[in-house]
């Protein structure tokens, strides 16, 4: 068993013990959440992929584009192999590119409002805060949507 699901497993477990419900019962819980998790069901709205016009185009520099990101799940991605100048070009000088792109564009203001404030003077550990952010809200999504998808 990979990594995430043994993580999807132990949130399922844990969930299934503080609710007390099976989301379907024909249905392994775990399957559906795996589904749910990997992108096999409805996407929420938040986690849409927008038109190239609205994307983010994550940056260097002034002057060096460096990805197109279309999505929170893209960005996430991104984020985690990016070289550590584009996360400081966009975070610096009281301004945070990510928190507004997400909120303007994506729509998501809570999940703007958690990166917004976001800070450290280490760029790695930058990083990692920032995706674990989006990572928390991207499962957070997903499972809200299992849970309205088979209400």
Known sequence: MDKYSEILKKILIFSNDIFGIRIIPEE????????????????????????PEHSFKLMKNKNEIIAEIFSLEEL???????????????????????????????GNKELSEKLKNVNHKNPEELRWKIVSIIYNEIITLKLSQLYTNNL
């Open 28 to 51: 392994d819980e775990f399957t559906l959440l795996k589904r749910a998790v990997l992108g096999k069901n409805k996407l929420h709205h938040y986690l849409r992929k927008v038109k």
């Open 76 to 106: 996430s991605n991104i984020l985690e192999i990016a070289p550590e100048e584009a996360i400081i070009f966009h975070i610096k000088d009281n301004r945070n590119d990510f928190a507004t792109w997400i909120r303007d564009v994506i």
